[in-house]
């Protein structure tokens, strides 16, 4: 039997290299994966379990559509009968099972790609478990129903939101799963854009002024944690991989926009911390939040996003004007789960 505790994704890929057909069922997932495993090309049939504890969200079940339909090789289902919370992955190889791992792994980014013992999956051995587990596949199979089938009912999410208290100047969601994002900030009790952070972080001296899009992140505030803190995670101690190297401080995560599309993104930096340093004693615990949230891949496709949005050229710095005329001066973030989100930057109606 193998255990594994670090670096799934490539565990799985390994395991789907010598198997033509995969079944995984996951009480949660990204979409981003999914669409990553039907890009192999295998037959791939996938079981999403917590839709009966209202998991599903409107945005995430219409993309798990689009993709079930662009990918002629992949089969979604969503459990309909009762809530299955399993993380089961089944390798076939013309129709038999060669191998199966299970363990706490969602079928998403932030479980795949957490870091050392976050997560786990074990190698069932072969033999009466590969016989049990098929059998289990079947009573989930019969429990549930194609991703499209109209049975399946999801309600668009409604947000309320509201100022609090009139001296404050931000907006600030009754929902405590929903983080309203200012794009600006007040400098001297007036609205900007700051020039070189934030949407135009790509602007600050040492980044290229020459090509490609003005890197961007979203800035993590003091307001936004104070009214929103199970939205951000807070910075875990320094962890490290089996040779001793210190690994990323935030495990990656799946952001779903409100036009379908899906990036992969990070917490990052050292920002505030609660309670501050003026408020514990030496040695007393304290969580310290990230400082700001933008692509995994480097600013740039935050960048590229954002500006496409507003129909901007790439090399643009954006201004309280330029928000204005797109309609929307706020990017309202979501909590699905942990490691996946949704956002919305529409233009408000």
């Not at 505790?5 to 995984?24: C, G, K, P, R």
């Not at 009912?153 to 939101?161: D, F, R, T, Y």
Request: charged residues 25%; hydrophobic residues 30%.
């Amino acid at each position: 039997m193998s255990v594994y505790t670090e670096e799934l994704e490539s565990v799985i890929l390994d395991y789907a290299n010598f198997a033509d057909e995969l079944i995984i069922i996951s009480g949660y997932c990204s979409p981003d994966i999914i669409e990553k495993f039907a890009k192999l090309g295998k037959k791939l049939e996938f079981f999403f379990g917590m839709y009966q504890k209202n998991a599903l969200t409107f945005s995430t079940h219409n993309k798990l559509k689009e993709i079930d339909n662009k990918y002629s090789n992949l089969n979604i289902n969503i459990v309909y009968d009762y809530h299955v919370h399993t993380k089961c992955y089944i390798f076939k190889k013309k129709n038999v099972i060669n191998n199966i791992l299970v363990g706490s792994a969602n079928f998403s980014i932030y479980g795949l790609k957490s870091g050392k013992n976050s997560e786990m999956l074990v190698d069932v051995e072969p033999g009466i478990h590969f016989r049990e587990i098929e059998e289990y596949y079947q009573e989930i199979q019969d429990a549930s129903k194609r991703c499209d089938d109209a049975s399946i009912i999801v309600l668009p999410k409604q947000s309320k939101k509201k100022r609090i208290g009139k001296s404050k100047k931000y907006k600030v969601s009754t929902n405590p799963f929903v983080a309203l994002i200012p794009l600006f900030i007040y400098e001297k009790n007036k609205k900007i854009v700051p020039k070189s952070s934030g949407l135009n972080w790509g602007n600050q001296s040492g980044h290229s002024k020459n090509s490609g899009y003005l890197e961007s992140y979203f800035a993590i505030t003091a307001n936004l944690i104070d009214n929103h803190p199970l939205v951000f995670p807070f910075k875990p101690e320094k962890r490290t991989t089996t040779t001793g190297k210190i690994t990323r401080d935030y495990d990656p995560i799946t952001i779903l926009w409100d036009d379908g599309y899906v990036m992969e993104m990070t917490f990052q930096g050292k920002g505030v911390e609660r309670p501050t340093s003026g408020k514990r004693n030496d040695g007393d615990p304290y969580r310290c939040y990230p400082k700001q949230l933008t692509s995994a891949s480097g600013g740039s496709e935050l960048g590229e996003y954002i500006r496409k949005r507003m129909n901007l050229s790439q090399r643009k710095v954006i201004t309280l004007s330029d928000l204005k005329k797109y309609g929307q001066e706020y990017i309202e973030l979501t909590y699905i789960q942990d490691g996946y989100y949704e956002a919305d930057f529409s233009p408000k109606k």
